[in-house]
């Protein structure tokens, strides 16, 4: 991985302006913010800067208004949250270039923070466009970059700004980015995936990427039908995805050539229908499900199989679930493989690197996403990572 400069390369900021962009997209309800988890990522980095006397001008896009300005998506709607998480007072500024901007930078004391309008009220923003950069880079000194959750997007605030203004990493970046690079940019071997989820064809990039990167790939949720389908397993009526047979074989070559195990689970779960503890549950193996059964979990001596192949490993990657976790029972798997990789880390013998929507809850629902060496909340941005591909706004970091 290329360097990339940190906050410690800033040096002395007092007096100073710094574009912040941090992720303020935050979950509402009635008007008011229902998770600040976001807010409180991007804390460390705002604190840093405002204790060392810079003025803070905060960057983010709040839902899609598509250009144009929307009173019910402005980030104003925020600012009681970020004040909450501050303890301090912070200003609201309803523009994010020009005079407007200008004329509250001079009324901002050293240390003080404000939030600029949601930049996608601008149909520059999205479009990365020069011009719309140049205008709002015109009132900042230094940029710092805070959001990964953004880093995948070529939008203006989150990769034009870095070519116009020393540039750096904020604080939950740089954690994002070292924790990746212990994950899969150099990391202690062997490594195993967990890739889980409903579809093969969502995560079709990820599981051909990770093929040729790790020792151990598992793959769980309704993505393994789709797999034991093509391995000529009769998966009753399970989600499935028919026809990708060929790309599952497809993938499981090139696993064999790049000398990647995957683990398909041999005993499972399975009910006549999807509710909570249904009658017709039962655990049996892959080859006896019935036609009028689906498979909604991993069995326990697969889920014990697969403790012990993560007792051999040194580094973890984790990204979906291994069963219909939200609907009691079939969350055992995703638990007891969770709780395994939990201790693991604890103990210090393995690196577990997780994330995305659905896993931080899986996670969160085993309770032990503290226990995980980090949990990135990154959706998209994190996808994309694990699919290898380059993401502009960290590329733009680079030193």
Same mark, same amino acid.
């Given at each position: 991985?290329? !360097?990339?400069?940190?906050?410690?390369?800033?040096?002395?900021?007092?007096?100073?302006?710094?574009?912040?962009?941090?992720?303020?997209?935050?979950?509402?309800? *009635?008007?008011?913010?229902?998770?600040?988890?976001?807010?409180? @990522?991007?804390?460390?980095?705002? !604190?840093?800067?405002?204790?060392?006397?810079?003025? %803070?001008?905060?960057?983010?896009?709040?839902?899609?208004?598509?250009?144009?300005?929307?009173?019910?998506?402005?980030?104003?709607?925020?600012?009681?949250?970020? #004040?909450?998480?501050?303890?301090? /007072?912070? +200003?609201?500024?309803?523009? $994010?270039?020009?005079?407007?901007?200008?004329?509250?930078?001079?009324?901002?004391?050293?240390?003080?923070?404000?939030?600029?309008?949601?930049?996608?009220?601008?149909?520059?923003?999205?479009?990365?466009?020069?011009?719309?950069?140049?205008?709002?880079?015109?009132?900042?000194?230094?940029?710092?970059?805070?959001?990964?959750?953004?880093?995948?997007?070529?939008?203006?605030?989150?990769?034009?700004?870095?070519?116009?203004?020393?540039?750096?990493?904020?604080?939950? +970046?740089?954690?994002?980015?070292?924790?990746?690079?212990?994950?899969?940019?150099?990391?202690?071997?062997?490594?195993?995936?967990?890739?889980?989820?409903?579809? %093969?064809?969502?995560?079709?990039? %990820?599981?051909?990427?990770?093929?040729?990167?790790?020792?151990?790939?598992?793959?769980?949720?309704?993505? @393994?039908?789709?797999?034991?389908?093509?391995?000529?397993?009769?998966? *009753?009526?399970?989600?499935?995805?028919?026809?990708? =047979?060929?790309?599952?074989?497809?993938?499981?070559?090139?696993?064999?050539?790049?000398?990647?195990?995957?683990?398909?689970?041999?005993?499972?779960?399975?009910?006549?229908?999807?509710?909570?503890?249904?009658?017709?549950?039962?655990?049996?193996? +892959?080859?006896?499900?019935?036609?009028?059964?689906?498979?909604?979990? %991993?069995?326990?001596?697969?889920? #014990?199989?697969?403790?012990?192949?993560?007792?051999?490993?040194?580094?973890?990657?984790? &990204?979906?679930?291994?069963?219909?976790?939200?609907?009691?029972?079939?969350?055992?798997?995703?638990?007891?493989?969770?709780?395994? =990789?939990?201790?693991?880390?604890?103990?210090?013998?393995?690196?577990?690197?997780?994330?995305?929507?659905?896993?931080?809850?899986?996670? &969160?629902?085993?309770? $032990?996403?503290?226990?995980?060496?980090?949990?990135?909340?990154?959706?998209?941005?994190?996808?994309?990572?694990?699919?290898?591909? /380059?993401?502009?706004?960290?590329?733009?970091?680079?030193?």
């Amino acid at each position: 991985m290329a !360097r990339f400069k940190t906050l410690d390369d800033a040096g002395d900021v007092a007096g100073k302006v710094a574009l912040v962009r941090v992720d303020l997209n935050l979950p509402m309800d *009635g008007g008011q913010v229902t998770d600040n988890t976001r807010i409180r @990522a991007a804390e460390p980095t705002i !604190r840093y800067l405002s204790d060392k006397g810079a003025k %803070v001008l905060l960057l983010a896009h709040f839902g899609r208004p598509k250009g144009q300005r929307s009173s019910t998506q402005s980030l104003s709607m925020v600012l009681d949250a970020v #004040e909450d998480v501050l303890g301090k /007072e912070v +200003m609201f500024v309803p523009e $994010v270039a020009g005079d407007v901007v200008a004329q509250s930078v001079g009324i901002l004391g050293n240390g003080d923070v404000a939030i600029l309008e949601n930049t996608r009220f601008w149909p520059g923003e999205e479009a990365n466009d020069p011009d719309f950069a140049k205008a709002i880079a015109a009132n900042g000194d230094l940029y710092v970059n805070d959001a990964f959750s953004a880093a995948h997007r070529a939008h203006a605030s989150t990769e034009g700004l870095a070519h116009l203004l020393p540039a750096y990493a904020g604080r939950a +970046m740089q954690a994002e980015l070292e924790a990746l690079e212990k994950a899969l940019g150099n990391p202690a071997k062997p490594v195993a995936a967990v890739v889980g989820g409903a579809k %093969v064809s969502s995560k079709l990039d %990820v599981l051909t990427h990770l093929v040729t990167k790790v020792d151990h790939l598992i793959i769980g949720g309704g993505m @393994a039908n789709t797999f034991l389908a093509a391995r000529g397993v009769d998966v *009753g009526k399970s989600l499935c995805e028919h026809d990708l =047979a060929q790309t599952a074989e497809n993938i499981l070559a090139e696993a064999d050539k790049a000398g990647c195990t995957v683990h398909l689970p041999y005993d499972v779960v399975v009910a006549k229908e999807f509710a909570a503890n249904p009658a017709s549950l039962r655990t049996c193996n +892959m080859h006896e499900v019935a036609e009028d059964e689906m498979i909604l979990d %991993v069995g326990p001596q697969a889920v #014990e199989a697969l403790a012990d192949v993560l007792k051999t490993c040194r580094t973890l990657v984790w &990204n979906g679930p291994l069963g219909a976790f939200e609907t009691v029972p079939f969350d055992k798997a995703t638990v007891a493989l969770a709780k395994t =990789a939990a201790a693991l880390s604890k103990e210090g013998s393995l690196v577990s690197v997780a994330g995305g929507g659905d896993t931080v809850a899986a996670l &969160n629902h085993a309770g $032990v996403a503290q226990d995980f060496t980090y949990v990135s909340a990154a959706g998209g941005a994190f996808l994309e990572w694990m699919e290898g591909k /380059e993401l502009p706004g960290v590329v733009a970091l680079e030193a």
